[in-house]
């Protein structure tokens, strides 16, 4: 008898390994090789037992390709995800919130080279209200400190959500990382305060807002803030990873995020969302082009973070999109605007290896029919390996790692790593135009920020062709 439900259980959760999917035939894709590849991809990252369930949309040209969905809904794995799963997109949502922004300049109810200060007097430091616009808030160009660290610890030990008063306490005495458009720092604190603004342009609520821009004018009817899905029954809990168990993550209790995350979607229906950016629905091409126009630094940097989108290129093609998540990526989401293509990724397991990001990688390479079998790379002149060569850091205010940037003792090979650490270093193959990919990752890159002089100041990093963060060299 126990043998019995033994093979019983191994059976279920063998059969719900395989995708529960909606289908549609594409033109000028090779459907059936991509819909068996995406369905290897899926069922194997459920196998490795590090995920518990998440959805994989993909849309070319506004037809669906694919739309599939893996693993389960609960730690029991008893509820298979499906189609219509929805899950927490975090950070995702800043797309969302600047695509409100952009409608309400179009509409002139503010204008992004408005001050922080003309919309919120009450801040608590007007000196830096004066001199931050509502552009820098939503293209990390402020300064303004993350208020995450702090923030979230606190509610974590004491359970009281934090208000407005919270975050203006957390900003008061803290000086700024640098000065307006001298630098990049991605800051939630800025959209939090953006949706404040947001709210205070409109006199309605930003779940409104976001509800009147785009949920509306695209028919969807998963895009709400997370809090109002608590009780649907297509609606997926977080979950997190510890050691080899997963149980239920402590973000399920953060329904006070706004602004900087908080909204939840389908897979099928986030795909959805830059087919409405990039055809009008939502917002003018004039708009458009200003969300996803690179940040131009005071110093001569080119930072591929527009208004409220990551940026860059994946395989030599421009993308642009977003992430979202904790500890590992619950959510990615990137459009190819010259194929028109939308692939999205939504987790629902958190501090996971094998993340929305690294899922996207496989789906990514699996569509466009592209073998990543890393790089050869081309020879690095002696005057670059110096020029290249030293330690950078980014400009937060929490205590980051320096990333070393150096040689083998022959000299023939780049590497980067932690500095100080252990590891022998991540090997860098150059591509040229100050370029490298990083050899244990073949569609991750370094690209190098220089002056006029040709003098090294940083380098941007971008993982799988979507921009994360930049760094500046250290003296």
């Not at 037809?63 to 029991?76: K, Q, R, V």
């Amino acid at each position: 008898m126990k043998q019995t439900l033994i093979f019983c259980i191994i059976s279920l959760c063998l059969l719900n390994c395989r995708p529960e999917k909606e289908l549609a035939f594409a033109a000028n894709y090779n459907s059936p090789k991509i819909i068996a590849a995406i369905d290897s991809i899926g069922t194997n990252f459920i196998r490795k037992g590090k995920v518990l369930g998440f959805s994989v949309a993909v849309l070319t040209k506004g037809d669906t390709l694919y739309n599939g969905a893996f693993g389960f809904m609960d730690s029991a794995r008893t509820q298979p995800t499906t189609t219509k799963t929805i899950y927490k997109i975090a950070s995702l949502t800043k797309p969302h919130v600047t695509t409100v922004v952009l409608k309400l300049a179009e509409e002139d109810k503010l204008s992004l080279s408005d001050y922080l200060y003309d919309w919120l007097p009450d801040y608590p430091n007007a000196e830096h209200a004066k001199k931050i616009t509502l552009r820098n808030l939503i293209t990390h160009t402020s300064g303004i400190p993350d208020y995450i660290t702090e923030i979230d610890s606190l509610f974590l030990l004491t359970g009281v959500a934090p208000t407005k008063k919270s975050y203006y306490d957390f900003v008061a005495n803290k000086p700024l990382l640098f000065e307006p458009n001298s630098g990049f720092a991605y800051s939630n604190t800025g959209f939090v305060l953006m949706g404040m603004i947001i709210e205070k342009a409109t006199g309605k609520s930003l779940e409104n807002e976001i509800e009147r821009v785009i949920a509306g004018p695209m028919n969807s009817t998963s895009l709400r803030h997370f809090s109002e899905h608590l009780d649907n029954r297509l609606y997926s809990k977080s979950f997190e990873l510890r050691d080899t168990v997963i149980g239920l993550s402590p973000m399920n209790a953060f329904t006070w995020i706004r602004g900087d995350g908080g909204w939840s979607n389908t897979a099928i229906e986030l795909a959805h969302f830059p087919f409405g950016l990039s055809d009008g629905t939502l917002l003018s091409r004039a708009s458009l082009a200003q969300m996803t126009r690179p940040q131009n630094l005071d110093n001569g940097i080119e930072v591929d973070y527009g208004l409220g989108l990551r940026m860059g290129k994946f395989n030599g093609e421009k993308v642009w999109g977003h992430t979202g998540g904790d500890a590992s990526t619950w959510a990615m989401m990137q459009f190819f605007p010259q194929r028109e293509l939308s692939i999205a990724v939504l987790v629902n397991t958190n501090s996971t290896p094998h993340s929305a990001l690294e899922i996207w990688g496989h789906v990514a390479l699996a569509v466009l029919n592209i073998n990543s079998n890393g790089h050869k790379g081309i020879e690095v002149t002696s005057a670059e390996r110096e020029k290249f060569k030293g330690d950078y850091q980014t400009l937060t205010n929490r205590s980051t790692r320096t990333i070393s940037i150096f040689t083998s003792e022959d000299g023939s090979e780049f590497y980067t790593k932690v500095k100080n650490s252990s590891s022998n270093g991540n090997l860098l193959h150059y591509l040229g135009n100050q370029t490298f990919a990083l050899d244990a990752y073949p569609m991750d890159r370094i690209v190098f920020h220089s002056n006029e002089a040709g003098e090294v100041l940083g380098y941007s990093f971008y993982a799988n062709g979507s921009f994360r963060s930049m760094r500046l060299k250290l003296p």
